[in-house]
């Protein structure tokens, strides 16, 4: 039975089924949609749990493991929370930041949001792409897929996700002056560190999945960041 759930869960396909039926292909989820189809959620999550990534697995399978487990867990904050309106929302209720409030298990240990995002994907992963592809229930957010992350196709996905993001003008406005990025450039920029050390190099990154051609000697300036919800 471990074996088959190991098969099991580097397909994902349950979370596939979930995100093709409840995402559209703009990214915006139908949160009303998996509240009432949550058992299914549920049986996914539980999947995660219960299937911790081993040492003896690929990265790419760890790293998709772990992208798919945050947007599900995710998703399932949003169902806990249902009807507050949006993450912040859910954050003034709790008193403390949503991604701090310790609601599933990974294995036997308690987990939150922070934990698998900071501790685990942004620690033992030398992969910048993810911060396009982990969602926080924000229309700012990256855009949230609707298919799993799985192994064989992490590479594609992961490019693909970067060039959606980069080249969505609500996320970034390559073609004004000074140059708008989204504000996760600035969150994170330590992670991207090993790909540019300043404004000009960070231009010259970005220039590599823009569509439009960017004026790599302007200055930057950060973009407000939008909580709203990504969806209903």
Known sequence: MAIQNSITIHHHQKWNILVHQFVDDKGFVDYKGFKNNE???????????????????????????WINAYNAFTVKLIMNNYGLGDIKAIGLAHQQ?????????IGEQDFTLDRL??????????????????????????????????????????EDQTSDFINDPDKNLLNQSPIGVSSLFQWYWDDFSA??????????????????????????????????????
């Open 39 to 65: 058992a299914e959620l549920d049986e996914y999550l539980d999947l995660v749990t219960q299937n911790p990534p081993q040492s003896k697995w690929t990265n790419h399978q760890k790293i998709a493991y």
């Open 97 to 105: 930041s949503p991604f701090k409030i310790s609601f599933f298990k």
């Open 117 to 158: 995002e900071h501790e685990i994907l942004r620690k033992e992963f030398n992969e910048p792409r993810i911060h396009f592809c982990l969602v926080c229930a924000s229309f700012s957010c990256p855009k949230f897929r609707n298919e799993a992350f799985v192994a064989d196709k992490l590479e594609e996905q992961l």
């Open 195 to 232: 790909n540019f050390t300043d404004t000009p190099s960070l231009l010259n990154w970005i220039s590599k999945h823009s569509k439009t051609p960017i004026n790599l000697i302007d200055e930057i300036e950060y973009l407000p960041y939008n909580c709203a919800l990504n969806g209903k």
